[in-house]
């Protein structure tokens, strides 16, 4: 297992473009989460599934955002009709459950709208 | 409101040169207190979890320790190579999310 891995690595769009990532967690991790960090700041919570269930969202996780995890494995984030304050790093976690594990992360798909 | 505020927000060090970096915290029901280094570009790698005061983890030159308020990351003799960015995070009961700290900017100079 190399790990969690996120596509793409890097996406530069113009605003108004919808766009989508990917994220393919470790496989037997059954808990995913998105985040969302920008420069010099800390990663931000967006939402959580459990299996294919989207168990927890963040205020920040306007309509314009969505989340899936068909059939419990890899999941992907969209964002419509992207505005230049979406430009981040977007961050993949996954987790085995159990409070003691940390969640590890992917390297992030970087944003940027133009 | 929960809060995890890191300090300081960058330090600069010489190799060799000891030295702790803070997390403090006012959250209702902590569950964990995570560590994570993070390399430019990257995403966070995770160190430590802390459960309860008092508690003490190392690895290498990174020695973790918390109390009720605050968890410190003690960088003993550090090298060029302990330069990153170090977040700490907490979980909180109930919840699975992490919520985190800003960050501290770390830099050894050779």
């Known amino acids: 297992d190399t790990g969690v891995s996120q596509d793409p690595r890097h996406k530069i769009t113009k605003r108004g473009q919808n766009v989508t990532f990917r994220c393919d967690p470790i496989?037997?991790?059954?808990?995913l989460y998105w985040y969302r960090q920008t420069l010099g700041q800390g990663p931000e919570f967006l939402t959580y599934?459990?299996?294919?269930?989207?168990?927890?969202k963040s205020r920040l996780l306007s309509d314009r955002f969505s989340a899936e995890r068909p059939k419990g494995s890899f999941s992907t984030l969209e964002i419509q009709r992207t505005e230049q304050g979406d430009s981040a790093m977007y961050l993949c976690?996954?987790?085995?459950?159990?409070?003691?594990?940390?969640?590890?992360f992917g390297s992030g798909t970087r944003l940027t709208v133009v | 409101e929960d809060q995890v505020t890191q300090s300081p927000e960058a330090l600069r060090l010489q190799e060799g040169e000891s030295s702790s970096l803070n997390c403090s915290y006012t959250?209702?029901?902590?569950?964990?207190l995570f560590w994570y280094r993070q390399d430019p570009g990257k995403g966070p790698e995770f160190l430590f979890t802390?459960?309860?005061a008092g508690e003490e983890k190392e690895k290498e030159r990174l020695k973790a320790t918390l109390t009720k308020k605050e968890s410190f990351l003690h960088i003993t003799a550090p090298k060029p190579e302990d330069s990153a960015t170090y977040l700490c995070?907490?979980?909180?009961?109930?919840?699975?999310?992490?919520?985190f700290g800003g960050g501290t900017r770390l830099m050894v100079k050779p």
């Open positions: 959250v209702s029901g902590l569950r964990g």
């Open positions: 496989s037997e991790h059954n808990r």
């Open positions: 995070a907490v979980r909180l009961n109930a919840s699975n999310m992490l919520t």
């Open positions: 599934f459990q299996n294919e269930a989207q168990l927890e």
């Open positions: 976690a996954s987790s085995g459950g159990g409070s003691g594990y940390g969640y590890t």
């Open positions: 802390l459960y309860s």
